[in-house]
Nanobody, 127 residues
């Protein structure tokens, strides 16, 4: 069974950067789009990015577009979310989640029905 573990969160100053990692175990990711979500206190869960199973197509919510970059290292079953120019509004728990698919070149950032959920990693943007 595929399991994903997020890491790389922590405390960062406004304007700084973090790189989140999503590591797979149990199965490979060749037929899984990977989605990133975040949830801040008092707010609903927000889908912020997805990357297709092939890695050829990444999509972003407006809140992440231009600042975040989603990428894959297929050989090592890893997915990364590079986050630049962070602000306090980015403070949240961040989760990566798989969505199995045979359509390997596309993903929909609006999708919310994932195959599984991990514990997440906390990103805290403050001075």
């Amino acid at each position: 069974q595929l399991q994903l573990v997020e890491s790389g969160g922590g405390l960062v100053q406004p304007g700084g950067s973090l790189r989140l990692s999503c590591a797979a175990s149990g199965e490979g990711l060749d037929y899984d789009a990977i989605h990133w979500f975040r949830q801040a206190p008092g707010k609903e869960r927000e889908g912020i990015s997805c990357i297709s199973a092939s890695g050829s197509n990444a999509n972003y919510a407006d809140s992440a577009k231009g600042r975040f970059t989603n990428s894959r290292d297929s050989a090592n079953n890893m997915v990364y979310l590079q986050m630049n120019n962070l602000g306090p509004e980015d403070t949240a728990f961040y989760h990566c989640a798989p969505k199995s698919t045979f359509v390997r070149t596309m993903c929909d950032v609006r999708s919310r029905s994932m195959d599984s959920w991990g514990k997440g990693t906390l990103v805290n943007v403050s001075s």
